[in-house]
C-alpha cells in the first residue's frame, strides 16, 4: 500500500473524526474549517480600511499589508506620507534571509557614500513604538500559554501580547508581521525601510523593533524571493534587486484598482470557534488533538468578498 | 536621519553590550556568535554519518538530509533502501505550500489510474514512529517552557521533546524537520512521499506523523520553490514539478563528491553557551533580552570543515 501525501494539513473536506488515538472512535460531524467559516454571519467580518492598507506592487503581484495604527501611530503616519507621495517607486527588495525576514527600502540606504533618496515631506526621526499602554485595547486573550510573554491574543486581527503588571502591550513577530528596520538607536527607525517575517517567529525582536503592521494578502510574492548570499541574507549585487512597481495606500488608488478583502474579525465567536479548532484537531487524520496553540500558529481568515 | 537596515540578526560583528534597556548600560564586551563557534573546541563538532546522510539533488543544487535513526529506525531503513536503488530518481517536489511545507515523491502518488513507480525492495508497509522510550536518549533538555510538551531539548542535533510521565520521546515539527507523508491511517506512510516544514513550526504535527531527519544543508532550494496553486500547495500542472536529479544515501556515493560537514554537538558546552547567547541578546542591537527561547528558534550550527 503506498501513502497518499494529500491527506494532512488544512484539510477543506469534511471529516469524520476520532477525539483521540487513545480514546474509542465516536464517529461525530466535526466541521472543518472552510464549513466553520462558510456558516458564520457576515458581521463576523471586517473590510479592510482603505485609509491604513498598503499595497506593495511588485513585477509578480500585490502585497497587501493592514497598518497597525493602534500600536505605531508615529511609524503609520510617516509609512503613509511616503507611499503617497511615491518613496518606494523604484526602489528595491533588498534582503531575503531564509527562515527569518524579507526587506525592502533604499538600496543605497547602508552606503555613506552614495545619495540616498529623499523623505520628501516624511519626518526623518520617529520615536521608538515597541509598546504601548494595554489600557483600551480591545485585548482577545488565547487561554494557551506563551514563553515570551505573560499573556498573549489579538487585537483587531493582529497577534499581540500584554503585561497586565505593566499595563502594557505590544504586536508579536509571527509569519507576515512587518516591521521598521532601524540601527542601533531604538529610536532610528524612520519606516523607509521595512522588513516582513517568513521563517519561524522571530519573537526576540518583540519590543526592541516596531511592528507597524501585517500581510494579509500576497506573503508569498516575498515569502519565494531567492536568498541574499551576502550577511544577513542581504542582496550583493544590484541585478539581484526585486524592483518595487509602486507601494501605496488603498485610499490613493482608485476603487475600482483596490484588492477587496474581508478579514474574520479575531473578536467574533466564528474565530473563537475557528482556534479551538485548530488547538485540538479532530479530524480523522489527527490521532492526538494537540491540547495547545502557539500564538504564530493561529490562522486569520481572509475573504474575496461575493461581488 | 536614516536607519540602517543592517544592524539586526544574526549580528556577526562584536558588539559592546547594554544589559537591558531598563539597567544602565555596562560596557562589556560580549561574543558574538560566530566568535563563540571559532573558540569552541574541536570535540565540540561531529561530522555526519555518509550512513545516515541523505542527499536529495536537485538541478539548483544539493539538499542535505541528516537521518534520524533513533527515532524512526524502520522509515530510515525503507528510506535508505529507496535511495540506492534510485527510487527518487526522476520523480518530482510536487508541493510547495508557504508557511507550512515542501513535499516530494511519486507524482501519480494519489491518483489510483496512474501506475507508480515500483518500490523496489523496500517495504510497502511500516509502523508508525510517533514516539519512542525516552529511556536511553541522550537528551539535553532545554530550561525554557514549551505549549506543546512538558520538556524540549535536543537529542544527538535534532528538536525532540519528552514526556517523563509516560517516559516517551519524539522528534517536532521545527523549520527544517523532514517527515514522511501518510494517508488517514497513522501506519500509512512507507517513506516514499517525504516533507519539510518551510515555515511556523507546525508543533501540531507532533506525534501525528514519523518525522525521519532535518535538512543540514541546502533547505533554501526548498523554501523559495513557486507555492503550488492546488489545495494544500500542491502544484496543479505537470510542468510545475521540480525534477529530483538523484537521491542517496551519502555512502553510496564516492567520497570525493560528499558534502563534508560537521555540525555542532547539541551535547557540548559551546552549544549550550550559544542556547544562552540567543536567549538573551546582549549586543548593543538588542534594548531588552527576551529571557526566553523557543526550542525551534535555537539555532543549530553546521560548517565546512577546514581542508
Redo the contacts between chains.
Sequence with gaps: ????????????SLAIGTVS?AEPAKPAKVPSMQEILDASPASDWRTLDPDRTLYLQLPTGRVVIELAKAFAPNHVANISTLATEKYWDGLSV??S?????V?W??PT??DKSQQ?KP?GSAK??LPAE?ERKATGLPFVQLK?????APQVGFVDGFPAARDPKTDTAWLTH???MVG?????A?D???G??L?VVT???????????TLVGRVVQG??LL?????GTG??G?YEKPEQYVPIVSSRLARDVPEKDRTQLQLLRTDSKTFATIVES?RN?RD?????P?G???L??VPLPVRTPKS
Tied chains: 1, 2.
Design positions: 500500500m503506498r501513502c497518499k501525501p494529500l491527506a494532512f494539513a488544512l484539510s477543506l488515538a533588498i534582503r534571509q531564509d527562515n527569518y525576514v526587506q527600502g533604499d540606504d547602508d540616498k523623505i526623518p526621526h515597541f494557551d500559554s506563551d514563553g515570551w509571527c509569519y507576515g521598521a528596520g532601524r540601527d542601533v531604538a532610528s527607525s524612520d523607509t525601510s522588513y521563517g519561524q517567529s522571530p519573537r526576540m525582536l518583540d519590543r526592541n523593533i506573503i508569498e515569502s519565494v524571493l531567492p536568498r550577511p544577513l542581504f485548530r484537531r480523522d487524520w489527527y490521532k492526538r494537540a495547545h496553540i502557539d504564530c500558529n
